[in-house]
T-cell receptor, first 115, second 111 residues
Framework: SAVISQKPSRDICQRGTSLTIQCQVD?????MFWYRQQPGQSLTLIAT?????????ESGFVIDKFPISRPNLTFSTLTVSNMSPEDSSIYLC????????????FGPGTRLTVL | QQQVKQSPQSLIVQKGGISIINCAYE??????FPWYQQFPGKGPALLIA?????SEKKEGRFTISFNKSAKQFSLHIMDSQPGDSATYFC??????????FGIGTKLQVIP
């Protein structure tokens, strides 16, 4: 299994600023994922971050808005840039173990409110 | 194209009753069929999952039923308890296919 922690757990930010969310996994993993979840809604994949390569973004998400770093096999960051109220959401970090049955492990999420 | 259709979106069940949530998919490349459970303020966590080589899997009060020909699988919660109140997501995947989450079902078990 994998245990994931995220920082911060929540934040309230002003429009136009940026926030960097940190994700730490307790074991080395190849694949890490970042999701967005609007309150009461499903999960939407923002990007996949594999160590040693550029992050792959899903349709509707761009690197300038959501830059991602993946400096090693246990850590990743997601930055939400030039924030607007529409970015208010829960951001979740996730991973999947290579060779595992397919289960994804999730962090507790970062609840972001943009005023 | 919506690849995963989950229903119902909300469900209210009496304590001790049976909760049933359904998931229909289109992609025949999927080979892993999980249900995730999410409590408020927490990330989703795997509840139970099935591979397509079996039609049913039971873990305690939770059962997955899988119908390959109909491209559907369902979650049954027997003897539902107030502690089961959560949001449930189906999230089939397979091979290099990215995980597709269903819309979610908010279950409320009332005493």
């Amino acid at each position: 299994s994998a245990v994931i922690s995220q920082k911060p757990s929540r934040d309230i930010c002003q429009r136009g600023t940026s926030l960097t969310i940190q994700c730490q996994v307790d074991s080395q993993v190849t694949m890490m994922f970042w999701y967005r979840q609007q309150p009461g809604q499903s999960l939407t994949l923002i990007a996949t971050a594999n160590q040693g390569s550029e992050a792959t973004y899903e349709s509707g998400f761009v690197i300038d808005k959501f830059p991602i770093s993946r400096p090693n096999l246990t850590f990743s960051t997601l930055t939400v840039s030039n924030m607007s109220p529409e970015d208010s959401s829960i951001y979740l970090c996730s991973t999947k173990l290579a060779g595992g049955p397919g289960e994804q492990f999730f962090g507790p999420g970062t609840r972001l409110t943009v005023l | 194209q919506q690849q995963v259709k989950q229903s119902p979106q909300s469900l209210i069940v009496q304590k001790g009753g049976i909760s049933i949530i359904n998931c229909a998919y289109e992609n025949t490349a999927f080979d892993y069929f999980p249900w995730y459970q999410q409590f408020p303020g927490k990330g989703p966590a795997l509840l139970i999952a099935i591979r397509p080589d079996v039609s049913e899997k039971k873990e305690g009060r939770f059962t997955i039923s899988f119908n390959k020909s109909a491209k559907q699988f369902s979650l049954h919660i027997m003897d539902s308890q107030p502690g089961d109140s959560a949001t449930y997501f189906c999230a089939p995947s397979g091979g290099y296919q990215k995980v597709t989450f269903g819309i979610g079902t908010k279950l409320q078990v009332i005493p």
